[in-house]
Every structure is written in structure tokens, then in C-alpha cells.
């Protein structure tokens, strides 16, 4: 059996060459080439890795990240892999695969945008910061200013984020004239008010002109007294008097005359020279002298606003501070002052205004 034993020998000698052949072979590839993953995204090559389950895990992290003001990520299209041997000198960075895919990722930013009056004017980072932003705003903030201040979430695929610092700044301008617009308008319309009660003072300032001008005592050429500016209120009703003299009514409380350039303010009674003058109802003798144009006058208090003068006198039997009774004899009749003949001028006064004598007497 030399034959067999030929071509075993044929065929180790054959496979020894067949083996050191592959040997070299496989030896010559794995130094020239290597085995790679080559990298396509939506078919187009994207570069070359060594291992396939690091870059898988480095994309899905990279995905999942939703650190700072990420809210999301979305990838097109997954990456695909393909096992295959490449010339050594191909370039094979996980570094540049991993930057090419994340080109192809769309992250989605989440961020806070302060409104005034709904208008977006900042964006900041979380809504705690927009909130702390808007409280310091609201601080001290006068309450008839309304800033309209809101909280807005905004997505965006950029993320611009205003500092706190620009942020305050920006809102604070804002506020700043806001509160400028709003001290303007209460000042005009304190202004505006100013010139109402201006306005109004001076009228009534000139309505009382025109009333003092025309109430003016004729100390030039008029008889009695001056009417007390203004006719205060009526403070107190009515008391009881009695006829401080008997005579004839001469001149009624009212009347105008040729000798008068104002209203009477009293009643004129006439009576003879040095007839006794009483006391009208009890009380003070506030005044008792020369007046002016009413001559010696004599001035009773008789409580509750209640006053009674008595003018033209020729004689005066009182002196201020002193009580009288009712009927009290107080002065004589007379015609000092400004009067045409003996007469007693008679006034009653309640609150300090005249009133007309003959509601009460004669
Ligand atoms: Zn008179």
C-alpha cells in the first residue's frame, strides 16, 4: 500500500503548505486591514468604530440627557452598523462618529419667559428664578401700579437665557417707567384738582368781594355800621326781648335810602332826645363806646349767639363786662354818629349776622 502512504504524505505536505499559505495570508490581511463597524446614518457613511455596544450606549445616553434646560432629544434616523474589514489607514474615531450623529439630533430646550402685560421680555433658567425675579419686582411696589407680571414656559431648539442680572435689569426699566407714568398721572390729576379748588376759591373769594363791596357800611356817606363780614350761620334760635324804647318806626330793617349805600341792617325807632335806652333782654355788655358811624353803641350778649346793639346813643350808663338785667336802663337816645335826627338804630343779631328786629318786636 505505497500509494496510500504517497498521498497521505502528498496530502500532509499539501495541507502544510495550504495552512503556512492561509497563515500568511490571514497574517498579511490583519496587518493591512482590520475589522471595523462602519457607521451609516439614512445611508450615508459616517466613519468607522471598533465597538459597536460602547457608541450605542454613548448615543442613547446622549438621548436620555435631560441635564440644565434640556427638555428633549429626537433623533431622524437610528445609525446602522456593518461588520467589515477596512485598510488600517481608514481613520476609525469614536469620537468623530459620536459628533456626526449628534449633528443629526434635535435637542429641545425648556425655559421661563417673564411677560409684561403678556409680552415676553425675558427668558430665564427655571421657574423659581422667574418667580424670585417677579417678587423683588412687586417689592415696595406702590399698589395702584399693576406690572402685569407672568410666567411663560417657552420650548425652544436654541437656548438664550438672560442673566439674572439682565433680566432685573430689563423688568427693572420696565417698572421704573411704569411707576413714572403712573406718578404723572396722579400728579396731573392732583394739579387738575389744585386749579378746581383754585378756581373756586377765587370765585367765591370774588362772590364775597362783590357782596362785602355791596354790604360795605356807608361810613362816608351811609348811617349805621358795618355788617360783619360774610353773615355767619345761625347758631342759635330765638330768645325773648323786650322794647328797648317806644317811638316810632323811622326806618325799617332792609330798606334802602338815599343816604345809605347799603341795606339797612337794623331797625330805627324815633323818640326824643336823651329818652332811656333798656336793656332788650338780659346779658353781657360786650362794647359800650364811639363806633364810627354808629356813634356811642352799645353791644349786649345774651348767650346762645345772641346779641343786640344799640346806636346813635347820647349817653351810655354801661361798660363792657358788665351784666344786665332785662329793662335795665343802658344809655340815651341820641344822633351821634351818622344820623340825620335823635333815633335809636337797633340791630339784633343771631350768630353774628343781622336778623330783622321785627320778627322779634315792634
Ligand atoms: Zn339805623
Same mark, same amino acid.
Given at each position: 500500500?505505497?500509494?496510500?502512504? $504517497?498521498?497521505?504524505? =502528498?496530502?500532509?505536505?499539501?495541507?502544510?503548505?495550504?495552512?503556512? *499559505?492561509? +497563515?500568511?495570508?490571514?497574517?498579511?490581511?490583519?496587518?493591512?486591514?482590520?475589522?471595523?463597524?462602519?457607521? /451609516?446614518?439614512?445611508?450615508?457613511?459616517?466613519?468607522?468604530?471598533?465597538?459597536?455596544?460602547?457608541?450605542?450606549?454613548?448615543?442613547? #445616553?446622549?438621548?436620555?440627557?435631560?441635564?440644565?434646560?434640556?427638555?428633549?432629544?429626537? %433623533?431622524? +434616523?437610528?445609525?446602522? $452598523?456593518?461588520? #467589515?474589514?477596512?485598510?488600517?489607514?481608514?481613520?476609525?474615531?469614536?469620537?468623530?462618529?459620536?459628533?456626526?450623529?449628534?449633528?443629526?439630533?434635535?435637542?429641545?430646550?425648556? /425655559?421661563?419667559?417673564?411677560?409684561?402685560?403678556?409680552?415676553?421680555?425675558?427668558?430665564?433658567?427655571?421657574?423659581?428664578?422667574?418667580?424670585? %425675579?417677579?417678587?423683588?419686582?412687586?417689592?415696595? @411696589?406702590?399698589?395702584?401700579?399693576?406690572?402685569?407680571?407672568?410666567?411663560?414656559?417657552?420650548?425652544? /431648539?436654541? @437656548?438664550? @437665557?438672560?442673566?439674572?442680572?439682565? +433680566?432685573?435689569?430689563?423688568? *427693572?426699566?420696565?417698572?421704573?417707567?411704569?411707576?413714572?407714568?403712573?406718578? =404723572?398721572?396722579?400728579?396731573? =390729576?392732583?394739579?387738575?384738582?389744585?386749579?378746581?379748588? &383754585?378756581?373756586?376759591?377765587?370765585?367765591?373769594? &370774588?362772590?364775597?368781594?362783590?357782596?362785602?363791596?355791596?354790604?360795605?357800611?356807608?361810613?362816608?356817606?351811609?348811617? =349805621?355800621?358795618?355788617?360783619?363780614?360774610? !353773615?355767619?350761620?345761625?347758631? !342759635?334760635?330765638? %330768645?325773648?326781648? %323786650?322794647?328797648?324804647?317806644?317811638?316810632?318806626?323811622?326806618?325799617?330793617?332792609?330798606?334802602?335810602?338815599?343816604?345809605?349805600?347799603?341795606?339797612?341792617?337794623?331797625?330805627?325807632?324815633?323818640?326824643?332826645?336823651?329818652?332811656?335806652?333798656? &336793656? !332788650? !333782654?338780659?346779658?353781657?355788655?360786650?362794647?359800650?363806646? $364811639?363806633?364810627?358811624?354808629?356813634?356811642?353803641?352799645?353791644?349786649?350778649?345774651?348767650?346762645?349767639?345772641?346779641?343786640?346793639?344799640?346806636?346813635?346813643?347820647?349817653?351810655?350808663?354801661?361798660?363792657?363786662?358788665?351784666?344786665?338785667?332785662?329793662?335795665?336802663?343802658?344809655?340815651?337816645?341820641?344822633?351821634?354818629?351818622?344820623?340825620?335826627?335823635?333815633? @335809636?338804630?337797633?340791630?339784633?343779631?343771631?350768630?353774628? +349776622?343781622?336778623?330783622?328786629?321785627?320778627? $322779634?318786636?315792634?
Amino acid at each position: 500500500m505505497n500509494w496510500v502512504k $504517497y498521498y497521505t504524505r =502528498e496530502a500532509f505536505k499539501t495541507l502544510k503548505v495550504v495552512t503556512v *499559505g492561509s +497563515a500568511i495570508i490571514v497574517s498579511v490581511a490583519f496587518i493591512k486591514y482590520r475589522p471595523v463597524y462602519k457607521v /451609516t446614518l439614512s445611508g450615508e457613511t459616517i466613519g468607522y468604530i471598533e465597538n459597536k455596544e460602547s457608541i450605542e450606549e454613548n448615543i442613547e #445616553k446622549y438621548l436620555d440627557d435631560t441635564t440644565g434646560n434640556i427638555a428633549f432629544r429626537e %433623533i431622524a +434616523a437610528m445609525p446602522e $452598523y456593518e461588520f #467589515k474589514l477596512v485598510n488600517r489607514a481608514e481613520n476609525v474615531s469614536e469620537k468623530d462618529v459620536v459628533l456626526a450623529v449628534q449633528d443629526t439630533i434635535t435637542t429641545t430646550y425648556k /425655559t421661563y419667559g417673564i411677560t409684561v402685560d403678556g409680552e415676553q421680555k425675558v427668558v430665564v433658567g427655571s421657574q423659581d428664578e422667574a418667580e424670585k %425675579i417677579i417678587n423683588e419686582l412687586n417689592e415696595d @411696589l406702590n399698589k395702584n401700579i399693576d406690572l402685569k407680571l407672568g410666567v411663560v414656559e417657552v420650548f425652544s /431648539t436654541e @437656548l438664550t @437665557l438672560n442673566s439674572e442680572d439682565e +433680566a432685573k435689569g430689563t423688568l *427693572g426699566e420696565i417698572k421704573t417707567a411704569k411707576v413714572k407714568e403712573y406718578e =404723572e398721572a396722579v400728579a396731573k =390729576e392732583k394739579a387738575a384738582k389744585a386749579a378746581a379748588r &383754585a378756581k373756586a376759591k377765587a370765585l367765591a373769594l &370774588a362772590q364775597a368781594q362783590a357782596q362785602a363791596q355791596a354790604q360795605a357800611q356807608d361810613e362816608t356817606q351811609g348811617i =349805621e355800621g358795618a355788617v360783619e363780614v360774610a !353773615a355767619a350761620p345761625v347758631s !342759635a334760635g330765638p %330768645i325773648s326781648f %323786650i322794647q328797648p324804647v317806644s317811638g316810632s318806626i323811622s326806618s325799617r330793617y332792609g330798606s334802602r335810602s338815599s343816604v345809605r349805600s347799603s341795606v339797612h341792617t337794623g331797625l330805627d325807632i324815633a323818640c326824643p332826645q336823651g329818652t332811656t335806652i333798656v &336793656a !332788650a !333782654a338780659s346779658g353781657v355788655v360786650t362794647f359800650a363806646g $364811639y363806633n364810627g358811624s354808629y356813634g356811642n353803641l352799645i353791644k349786649i350778649d345774651h348767650g346762645n349767639g345772641s346779641e343786640t346793639w344799640y346806636a346813635h346813643c347820647s349817653a351810655i350808663y354801661v361798660s363792657a363786662g358788665q351784666s344786665v338785667a332785662t329793662g335795665s336802663a343802658i344809655g340815651a337816645v341820641g344822633q351821634t354818629g351818622n344820623a340825620t335826627g335823635p333815633h @335809636l338804630h337797633l340791630e339784633i343779631r343771631i350768630g353774628g +349776622a343781622p336778623v330783622n328786629p321785627q320778627n $322779634y318786636l315792634y
